[in-house]
DNA sequence: CAGTTATTTTAATAATTGTTTAATAATTTA
DNA sequence: TAAATTATTAAACAATTATTAAAATAACTG
């Protein structure tokens, strides 16, 4: 993943709204959940709904599919990960797992 | 932590400038990096390394020690986790490792 | 103390972002 | 086909954010 894709997703995440529809699409897993009944779950207008949902899709945070005349969405847990990838990658040099190194690596 | 807060550390590396700095602290460890080589390293101007410290610093994701005529930025690794855990939380509704369930558990 | 180096602050400007309202598109039901 | 439901788009406005240049602060050196 790349620094300007990375910038982009955390840009989508870091908005309240946004921020709470990803992570009930986190719990909800792949089936997803109606754009309709997370507006209603979060008290959001359905119009701001949308230009929600096509910030995190742009990202690709999440998917979507029609069924009926509701759209499903349902976080992207491949891109997820690697973002988070990204930000933890080579965490202290690579040496130990949880960075309890006490000396660092940079001059 | 609190949304707000993850909210706030989301946007702080929203941006490039800020997430190649915080991507060097991670790789350096605990005991990271003077501010004027990271403004050579990444090219930018100290005046907007400064700008960019203070918004890292505002977030709680990095922190910074005075040495001599020096200042030293490092990473803070607690809040990253906590941060990322954040995202991660409730997978799947708790179910498996990897998000691998294929049915969903939001109706 | 004067001079130099390292970093921060301030002020000004340019660009981006979130919310609301109203209108439009797509799908189902009668 | 017409009406109802679900969701998206477009336009407008208010608010926030990034960058630059210049000035100021802080710490060391001779």
Redesign the interface.
Same mark, same amino acid.
């Given at each position: 993943m790349e620094?300007?894709q *990375? /910038?982009t997703a955390?840009?989508a995440?870091?908005?309240?709204t946004r921020?709470?529809i990803?992570?009930?699409l *986190? /719990?909800?897993?792949?089936?997803?959940?109606a754009a309709g009944?997370l507006a209603e779950k979060l008290q959001v207008s359905p119009a701001n709904m949308s230009f929600h949902f096509k910030t995190l899709n742009h990202a690709g945070l999440i998917v979507n599919r029609q069924d009926g005349r509701f759209v499903y969405y349902?976080a992207n847990?491949a891109a997820?990960n690697e973002m988070?990838a990204?930000?933890?990658?080579?965490?202290?040099?690579g040496?130990g797992d949880g960075?309890d190194?006490?000396?660092?690596?940079?001059?």
């Amino acid at each position: 993943m790349e620094s300007a894709q *990375v /910038v982009t997703a955390l840009s989508a995440l870091a908005q309240p709204t946004r921020l709470a529809i990803f992570r009930l699409l *986190v /719990v909800c897993g792949p089936e997803g959940m109606a754009a309709g009944q997370l507006a209603e779950k979060l008290q959001v207008s359905p119009a701001n709904m949308s230009f929600h949902f096509k910030t995190l899709n742009h990202a690709g945070l999440i998917v979507n599919r029609q069924d009926g005349r509701f759209v499903y969405y349902a976080a992207n847990f491949a891109a997820m990960n690697e973002m988070l990838a990204y930000l933890t990658e080579n965490c202290c040099a690579g040496s130990g797992d949880g960075c309890d190194v006490p000396v660092g690596k940079c001059g």
